[in-house]
């Protein structure tokens, strides 16, 4: 990080190499739509090599997720004013990129299904839920990290976290056609 903050560009370049997983995985899960990611992620990275300045101590990949939900937001915002989407968004599915080198077809099939059932889960979250429940479970955040990245109380985030957790366990339940009593 020292190395970047003096315009070291090959040290910058490891850190996108280290840190784009986690922030193309929220940007995807936060918009469902690879090329939407793909265009933050690097929209993310950019922003935070000019803002290197900027960077105080603490978690850099807080503070790289807090900037990918920011765009993602902003994103999101410029979406429902203008009520588009390409066609290159419609036609894509969202899916996980790490998934193994050969796995079976019915493998293949049964991944595919669940990540699209998880995914309408978390499409039906609001943005605020939908970012705490990424932010701590799948991008492995503590609370306070993810509060200061979503710039909420510590108490907020908790409420929005087991909201949006008890959602997606009803949204999950009820796709599967089981509900708990």
């Known amino acids: 990080m020292q190395r970047s903050r003096l315009g070291d560009l090959t040290a910058f370049n490891q850190l996108v190499e280290r840190y784009q997983g986690p922030v193309y995985n929220l940007a995807l899960r936060m918009l469902s739509y690879e090329a939407a990611a793909e265009d933050v992620t690097q929209e993310v990275f950019l922003s935070a090599y000019r803002a290197l300045g900027q960077y105080r101590e603490g978690s850099f990949k807080a503070w790289l997720l807090t900037i990918t939900a920011n765009a993602c937001r902003d994103l999101l915002r410029k979406r429902k004013r203008r009520q588009e989407t390409s066609l290159e968004e419609m036609v894509e599915t969202s899916g996980d990129r790490s998934v193994s080198p050969s796995p079976t077809p019915e493998e293949y099939t049964l991944r595919r299904e669940v990540q699209r059932e998880i995914q309408q889960a978390l499409n039906h979250l609001s943005h605020d839920h939908r970012l705490a429940v990424l932010l701590v479970n799948l991008q492995g955040l503590d609370y306070g990290e993810a509060a ?34």
């Open 148 to 181: 200061r990245a979503m710039g909420v109380s510590l108490g907020t985030l908790k409420s929005r976290l087991s909201r949006g957790r008890a959602q997606l366990r009803e949204h999950l339940l009820t796709a599967r056609g089981t509900r708990e009593p």
